[in-house]
Nanobody, 121 residues
Framework: VQLQASGGGLVQAGGSLRLSCAAS????????MGWFRQAPGKEREFVAA??????SIYYAESAKGRFTISRDNHAVYLQMNNLKPEDTAVYYC?????????????????WGQGTQVTVSS
């Protein structure tokens, strides 16, 4: 599965961005999907995950109330509202061929190339 993330950019604090992650040439209906991010000088961390059925959705504490993960058969999205400077990072989407979600990076099999999100204060 080849994943292509897009939608990043520069935004002021309090603004919004919508990230997209599309799969080329196939559907994502049998995959659990996740978003991760890596800030400068920090390790990559979990942001949100969405099961293929939609029965399980999970957010990191930092994302709760501000970010919304959604998906269709061909893409997964991350709507980010009320952005803060500490949200600045490269955001990655990931897929795992499973019905269950996880916050653990190495349990995802496929990764997108990342899209930069920069939030200015």
């Amino acid at each position: 599965v080849q994943l292509q993330a897009s939608g990043g950019g520069l935004v002021q604090a309090g603004g919004s961005l919508r990230l997209s992650c599309a799969a080329s040439g196939r559907t994502l209906s049998a995959y659990a999907m996740g978003w991760f991010r890596q800030a400068p000088g920090k390790e990559r961390e979990f942001v949100a995950a969405h099961s293929w059925s939609g029965s399980s959705i999970y957010y990191a504490e930092s994302a709760k109330g501000r970010f919304t993960i959604s998906r269709d058969n061909h893409a997964v999205y991350l709507q980010m509202n009320n952005l803060k400077p500490e949200d600045t990072a490269v955001y990655y989407c990931a897929a795992r061929p499973s019905s269950s979600i996880t916050t653990i990076q190495h349990q995802y099999e496929y990764w997108g190339q990342g899209t930069q999100v920069t939030v200015s204060s």
